[in-house]
């Protein structure tokens, strides 16, 4: 057990709808990442937040926003979906940005549009 | 741009077999670099990491070396088992001074020990 959980493990919904992916850090960390998992992309970073803040952005969608509230728990928000966006999406988190830091992963959401 | 290139599987071996699992990576600095797994469906774990060059990572049975001079970071298993059929995952972190936390993954090798 990394310490990272995520809630929902799976989603089923429907194309032109709108999901949101929870995630809790580590107890501690500031840093929290999210990644989308796919068969054809296959393991790609999407976004990073530390204490609240963006830090960093990878290959995130313009219909896919995410925000770390004051408790440091993160949530993903993925509009207008399709079917394409189907996947695993995994957070992490780590306890402060560094390069040298491990990140440590949650089990991740299942999301299937259909 | 910054990369990580894994050996193609899936790999298939029997038990108590020498495992290699190949990756290389491309870097402007010197990144930290890792080794995940994945069993079937769960999440990713993280299995070994090391932090500078001849850095030798090792967790479970399995090892492997920074490499700075062949930019590689082999992972190895003397003797492996049924258990460790998984999907395995080589990654690096930032350059130094760069954008920082997040990896970059390679394919992921899938390995199946039959029994």
């Known amino acids: 057990d990394s310490g990272v959980t995520q809630t929902p493990k799976h989603l089923i919904t429907a194309t032109g709808q709108r999901v949101t992916l929870r995630c809790s850090p580590r107890?501690?960390?500031?840093?929290v990442y999210w990644y989308q998992q796919s068969l054809d992309q296959g393991l790609q970073f999407l976004i990073q937040?530390?204490?609240?803040?963006?830090?960093a952005k990878g290959n995130i969608l313009e219909r896919f926003s995410a925000q770390q509230f004051p408790d440091l728990h993160s949530e993903l928000n993925l509009s207008s979906l399709e079917l394409g966006d189907s996947a695993l999406y995994f957070c992490?988190?780590?306890?402060?940005?560094?390069?040298?830091?491990?990140?440590?992963f949650g089990e991740g959401s299942w999301l299937t549009v259909v | 741009g910054d990369s990580v290139t894994q050996m193609e599987g899936p790999v298939t071996l029997s038990e108590e077999a020498f495992l290699t699992i190949n990756c290389t990576y491309t870097?402007?600095?010197?990144?930290?670099l890792f080794w995940y797994v994945q069993y079937p469906g769960e999440g990713l774990q993280l299995l070994l990491k090391?932090?500078?060059?001849?850095d030798k990572g090792s967790n479970k049975g399995f090892e492997a070396t920074y490499r700075k001079e062949t930019t590689s970071f082999h992972l190895e298993k003397g003797s492996v088992q049924v258990s460790d059929s998984a999907v395995y995952f080589c990654?690096?972190?930032?350059?130094?001074?760069?954008?920082?936390?997040?990896?970059?993954f390679g394919k992921g090798t899938k390995l199946s020990v039959k029994p």
């Open positions: 992490a988190s780590s306890s402060r940005t560094g390069e040298r830091n491990t990140i440590y």
């Open positions: 107890s501690g960390d500031l840093s």
């Open positions: 937040y530390y204490n609240g803040e963006e830090r």
């Open positions: 870097a402007t600095g010197y990144p930290s």
């Open positions: 090391a932090t500078k060059a001849d």
């Open positions: 990654a690096r972190g930032p350059n130094y001074g760069g954008s920082q936390g997040n990896l970059i």
